[in-house]
Structure formats: C-alpha cells, structure tokens
C-alpha cells in the first residue's frame, strides 16, 4: 500500500506561481513514477507531468516551459512548480504514483488549484 498526501493548492491570480507538493509512504520501494495529473469540471484527468525513480521527467505540452516536476527521496515527496499560471490550468491537481505491486496506481485526495483572470 502507498499513501500520498498532497498540500499547496490555492487561489492565484494569472501569472502567478504556486507549488504543489505530495508526500509518499508506505511501500515507497515499490514506486516506479510519481506524477501529477489535473481535472477540471466536464473533463477528463490528464497527465499533466511525471518523473521516474531516477529523475527523468515529461510534461504534457500545456505546461512545458511554465511547470517543474521534482522530487526528494529523503523525503519522499515529489513537488509541481507551476509559474506563469494561466485561467485554463484551473482544474484539481492529483498526486499519482504508480507502482510495481499488483495495484499499479496509487492517488492522493486532489487538492484545487484555480486561477484568475
């Protein structure tokens, strides 16, 4: 079993910055990637970026050049930085972590970002 909890979500106006973070636990050694992925009303969730155990990363086009995924394995927490945020990244934003257990894929509560124009 992982856990994963999510903070850092909020309200900002357009072109600001927040930083989403979520922390893993318990069976961390079965973690392959940990993503983020968003859903905004009357749509699907889609990836929005993922990073491998050992830091390789991809970004959905949407977001490339203005969000940064990273992560602290002391920790166990993978982080999203989103600048530049624009009305269209409103959505809520959901940890993922997929694994090499039979369950595969692992999600945290979602935490709500929005943004204004």
């Known amino acids: 079993q992982v856990q994963l909890v999510e903070s850092g979500g909020g309200l900002v106006q357009a072109g600001g910055s927040l930083r989403l973070s979520c922390a893993a636990s318990?069976?961390?050694?079965?973690?392959?990637?940990m993503g983020w992925y968003r859903q905004a009303p009357g749509q699907q969730r889609e990836l929005v970026a993922v990073?491998?155990?050992?830091?390789?990363?991809n970004y959905a086009d949407s977001v490339k050049g203005r969000f940064t995924i990273s992560r602290d394995n002391a920790k166990n927490t993978v982080y999203l930085q989103m600048n530049n945020l624009k009305p269209e990244d409103t959505a809520v934003y959901y940890c993922?972590?997929?694994?090499?257990?039979?369950?595969?894929?692992?999600w945290g509560q979602g935490t709500q970002v929005t943004v204004s124009s």
């Open positions: 318990g069976s961390i050694f079965s973690i392959v990637t």
């Open positions: 990073i491998t155990r050992i830091g390789s990363r």
């Open positions: 993922n972590a997929f694994t090499s257990n039979s369950r595969g894929d692992y």
